[in-house]
């Protein structure tokens, strides 16, 4: 979903110190990162041994490093000789000549084969597909398909804003008159809910306006406000299945456990497998997993984050949406939460879920991790409204920064170019992925029934 960088950081200090000059601001970003949980959490790990990231054939020593980056340890994921070149460029595309003129103050070193540990033949496949990627980009940069477009943004907000404050004025005005406008209060803020959630991922991608800043601000509001959720916290995680999405250890969408396991590699002892909520996920997803995942998420995950990593605009937003519980009433409050976790989650869980995890120490390419472990769900006007142009999924692992509703327009050239390469590229209707996504958690359940 998205990135936390430099940008984001500076945006919470001025927010919250709106008289710091700049030496000031850079010092506290300096401190701040330095004495984030995430450094508290690599400092351990990383003292003692070298750590070093392979971009475009050089190894860059981010020992130190680490404990400043901003977006976490995300680098970690490329510890063990994975190029990092496309990551890299993808990851801070609307901010890449600030991120390599920081890299140029490293220290870094030509790396060896032996030290990338490809077979010559994977290698020379890796090295033909960056090649061949980055001739696709410059081409999709050619014709405009990386630039944001701030008016359409606009419409998106507009809209999910009409929708909500209908729906809020419905379920406070005449929600006590009838059950009828109760219910359809209900059902209006659900949906204005998703979709502002759809609105805030693409905005932590930094694909609206373009400006991180601007962007980092609806994405905030949009999570925080409306849905109760951190955004800086959802970055930190996200951003992780950006980088290797389906790996088993590495990709934070599949440590659900031990509610949810999407694939059996998952579980690693059989006391863990033996669990009920396991043995039964396919009939509880729906009813109480989702709301347990949201609810866990807003008071527990996102509210020690935003409050140890004193993100204190996050904080405000989600104080803000728990006065939508004096206005709405407990019950309705709850009933629009465990919708709309259903909504969100049920459409999150529909590209990549039912598909095989990477297993540890593999080493796969970029558009490797793309195109063998995400599926595309088939176009139609309301697939695409519903989902908030998240259909396109292939697209927009390959290009995180890109608008999302431009994916469509670049699905032929990607198709082309997975051909070319002789690489799948998953497409299915809506219903059929949500059949492949249940009977995957069936047959997980089943697996581990038999354990």
């Keep these: 979903m998205g990135f936390i960088l430099w940008d984001d950081l500076t945006l919470n200090l001025k927010v919250s110190n709106p008289n710091l000059d700049e030496s000031d601001l850079r010092e506290r970003m300096i401190s ?6 995430v450094s508290d959490s690599v400092e351990g790990k ?3 041994r070298k750590l070093e990231v392979l971009y475009e054939g050089y190894f860059y020593d981010v020992t130190d490093f680490i404990k400043r980056h901003p977006g976490g340890n995300i680098i970690e994921l490329y510890e063990n000789g994975e190029d990092a070149t496309i990551a890299i460029q993808q990851f801070h595309y609307r901010s890449l000549k600030m991120v390599l003129a920081r890299m140029k103050g490293l220290p870094k070193r030509p790396a060896t084969i032996e030290e990338i540990g490809l077979p010559s033949d994977v290698k020379a496949r890796h090295d033909e597909l960056t090649k061949d990627f980055l001739a696709l980009t410059a081409e999709l940069e050619s014709q405009g ?3 944001a477009d701030p008016k359409r943004f606009l419409i998106r907000i507009f809209q999910s804003l009409i929708m909500f404050t209908c729906g809020l004025a419905i379920s406070f005005y005449l929600g006590d008159l009838s059950f009828i406008f109760r219910t359809v209060g209900v059902i209006l803020m659900t949906l204005a809910g998703g979709q502002y959630l759809w609105l805030g991922h693409e905005g932590g991608h930094n694909s609206f306006t373009g400006n991180p800043k601007i962007d980092r601000i609806v994405q905030i509001f949009s999570f925080g406000f409306v849905f109760g959720l951190s955004a800086s916290s959802w970055n930190s995680t996200h951003s992780k299945h950006h980088a290797m999405p389906q790996h088993e250890t590495k990709d934070s969408d599949l440590k659900t456990m031990p509610l ?7 579980v690693r002892d059989l006391k863990q497998g033996s ?3 396991l043995h039964y996920q396919h009939l509880l997803f729906v009813f109480c997993d989702t709301l347990i995942v949201t609810l866990t998420w807003k008071f527990n995950h996102h509210l020690k984050f935003v409050i140890k990593n004193t993100c204190w605009l996050d904080l405000f937003c989600m104080v803000c949406h728990y006065s939508l ?3 709405l009433g407990l019950v309705d409050w709850m009933l629009i939460t465990w919708f709309g976790s259903i909504y969100v989650l049920g459409n999150l869980i529909l590209s990549h ?4 995890v990477v297993e540890q120490g593999k080493k796969l390419h970029w558009v490797e991790y793309s195109l063998y472990h995400t599926t595309n769900i088939r176009s139609s006007w309301w697939v695409d409204w519903w989902t908030g142009h998240l259909n396109y999924q292939i697209e927009h692992h390959l290009f995180p920064t890109m608008p999302e509703y431009k994916n469509k327009l670049c699905r032929d050239k990607v198709k082309a170019f997975a051909k070319k390469h002789g690489l799948p590229y998953h497409l299915c209707s809506y219903w059929e992925a949500v059949k492949s996504t249940y009977f995957n958690l069936e047959h997980v359940a089943n697996e581990l029934r038999h354990l």
Excluded: Q, Y
């Excluded at 701040?32 to 949980?37: D, E, H, R, Y």
């Design 32 to 37: 701040k990162t330095t004495t984030s949980s």
């Design 46 to 48: 990383c003292e003692g």
């Design 145 to 147: 398909l990386m630039d």
């Design 260 to 266: 949810i396991a999407f694939n059996k590699r998952l």
């Design 275 to 277: 669990k009920f909520w």
């Design 325 to 327: 519980v004096a206005v």
């Design 353 to 356: 879920t039912h598909l095989p």
